[in-house]
Structure formats: C-alpha cells, structure tokens
C-alpha cells in the first residue's frame, strides 16, 4: 500500500539488498564475517555494496573450495575467497541496495549461528523470521493509520517529501517546500538514534539496544495515540517518520538478507528473485529466502488491513495497536532469552 504518494506522505523506497547467486549451500547467518577455503590454484572475490549491504559469507573445505563471484547489477553481488598458490583477486560492484551471500557446504543449518567450537546457536531475535513478521505488521498497519486519519499521507520513508519539496520548489512556493522538511528531518534523527545506540560504549551500557528501539517506539506511538484528530497532521507525520525511522535503521537483517520491515515493494522484488533462483537455478538457500520475504510481505498486507480496520473503528487511537504488537516483539526476545539459558554450553558435558 506504500507504493503509491498522494499529497505530502512519503513514498516507500528500496532498503533491502536481493540475494547472492554464487551458492547453492544453505546459507549462514547474517553477520558473519569471512570464509575460506583451502586448496591450490584459490582465488578471492570481494562484493563491494552501495548505501545498504549485508555479507553473510560460509565455508566450504577442499581443492575446490572458496566462493563464488556474485553478479553485478541492479544492487546483487556475492563474493568469496579462498587462498592458495597463485591467488587471484576480482571485484563485483552493486547497485545502490547491496547484499553478498555465500553458501556453505559443511556449515550449520540455515537460520543457525557458529559460536565457540563449531557449536550451533540459535538466530538473534533482531534477525528473526518471526520478528520481521511482527514489524512488518507495524509497517504496514502505520502507512494505513496515516493514509486514513492524517490526510491521505504515508509517513513511512521519504521520498513522497523530498520530490514535493523539489515540486514545491521548482514552483517557487517555498514556504511549501519548507512544509515538507520536518519529516525529513525527524526521519534523519531517527537514524542518528538507532546508529548510537548501536555504538559499543552505549550498547554495552544499554545491554539490549535492539529491545530499547523498541520500547522507544511504543512511548512515541502511544504519544501519537494521544494527539486529537484535530491536531496538524504535520505533527503526527513528524513522530511517526521519526519512529519508521529507528525502526528501520535498527532492524536491517532477515537471517542472512536485507530487507526492510516499513515498507514492501522491494521485499516483493526480492521474494520474486529468489522464487526464481529457486525454480531455475534450483537453489535450497534461494527457496528459504523466498519463503522468508514472501511471509515478511503478507504480513506487512495483513498489517494494512487491519490498521485500515482499526483505524475505522477506533479513529486516531488505533495506533495503539502496534503499540501491541510491539510488546509482542520484545515478548519474543524475552522468551528467546530464557530458551538459550537451557542450552548446553559450549564444552559443557552434551554440549
């Protein structure tokens, strides 16, 4: 629903990166920096990315081992690197949205991290399946509550407000063109907040800054729940690009692939592209990665209806539902938590 910008709401743009075509393995988590392969005649790959990237690189061991150079184009690259007598290096240049995949032979499972001694551990919450479904239900059911209740606008992301600033501008109605910057602005800041809180003094002291994102978004939701209809829509815009913000700069990753949980167009780009790596190019880690972005764009559908829905019948204070659907969320990282206290430790006994 966010593909489209009417009047001054922003038009959804791309985050997410398609997926790497060099492996057929299931791929490792996102994250996970570097691989290589051991054997003669090795050669290296590097995937160089535009504003986005994602790198989630395996291992494969033998004569033949290493990575696969991914395509350059329309924002896909994937790359490797093995070492060896007579080591060669190539570079593939993405678009403006790019993500480097690699499979693994020998590797966990996909959806599955190594820790200490080759040990399995479970996905992190913040790049989980389940919790993208959860966010891309906020995304969704946000750009209705705004279409419906704040003038026919979507506050997601912005490209709606800076081509009508551009428009406004080229008219010569400035102070029209200046109405469009304060979204723009809240959008920046959000960025700025989830970079900080990102950072390693300020995480080590927040301990859990993805669950802190998240708590930041329900005080701003519940405060936009508390704004009458009769107050400018600009201000409602404002906190909500502020908060769409956050949202999207904290949570990039989807097991092992950008996406973006605010807007969907170019999720449905990347399900279609895998679909048909995974038809054609009969690729396991491809099929996994088309379910995943497939269930990331239903959910951001259903998210639409029913903020439409609510939306009807609540009026402004159905924005409290996200508000649940959030708690929801940091319920997940709660429930995941406990589970990995009773897994067996690295070395441990059964471990």
């Not at 994602?54 to 924002?75: H, I, K, V």
């Not at 088309?290 to 009807?312: N, Y």
């Amino acid at each position: 629903m966010s593909d489209a910008t009417p009047q001054t709401g922003g038009h959804p743009e791309q985050q997410q990166s398609p997926p790497a075509y060099g492996a057929t393995g299931p791929g490792p988590a996102a994250g996970s920096d570097g691989a290589t392969g051991r054997g003669p005649g090795a050669q290296s790959g590097f995937a160089a990315g535009g504003a986005d990237d994602a790198a989630g690189r395996g291992d494969s061991r033998g004569p033949q081992a290493g990575g696969a150079a991914g395509r350059a184009g329309a924002g896909d690259a994937g790359g490797g690197s093995r070492r060896g007598p007579g080591a060669q290096s190539g570079s593939a240049a993405g678009g403006a949205d790019d993500d480097a995949g690699h499979g693994d032979s020998t590797g966990p499972r996909p959806g599955a991290a190594v820790g200490p001694g080759g040990v399995e551990e479970a996905l992190p919450t913040d790049r989980s399946v389940r919790l993208g479904i959860l966010l891309a239900l906020v995304g969704g059911g946000l750009d209705a509550y705004t279409f419906i209740s704040r003038g026919g606008v979507f506050a997601n992301a912005q490209s709606g407000n800076v081509v009508l600033m551009g428009v406004a501008a080229a008219q010569r109605h400035w102070w029209d063109a200046l109405g469009h910057l304060p979204a723009v602005v809240a959008f920046l800041a959000g960025v700025l907040v989830a970079e900080t809180i990102r950072r390693p003094r300020v995480a080590a002291v927040l301990r859990r800054p993805a669950c802190v994102a998240m708590v930041l978004e329900c005080v701003v939701l519940a405060v936009v729940g508390l704004i009458p209809a009769s107050a400018p829509d600009a201000l409602v815009t404002v906190l909500i690009a502020f908060m769409a913000s956050v949202q999207m700069s904290t949570f990039r990753t989807l097991v092992d692939t950008v996406y973006n949980s605010t807007m969907t167009t170019g999720n449905l780009r990347s399900a279609m592209q895998n679909a048909y790596e995974a038809v054609v190019g009969r690729s396991a880690d491809a099929r996994r990665r088309a379910r995943h972005f497939a269930a990331v764009v239903l959910a951001f559908l259903a998210g639409a209806f029913g903020g439409g829905w609510l939306t009807f019948h609540w009026g402004t204070r159905a924005v409290w539902a996200a508000c649940a659907v959030l708690a929801a969320g940091l319920a997940l990282f709660v429930h995941d938590e406990r589970m990995a206290r009773k897994l067996p430790k690295a070395g441990s006994p059964g471990g």
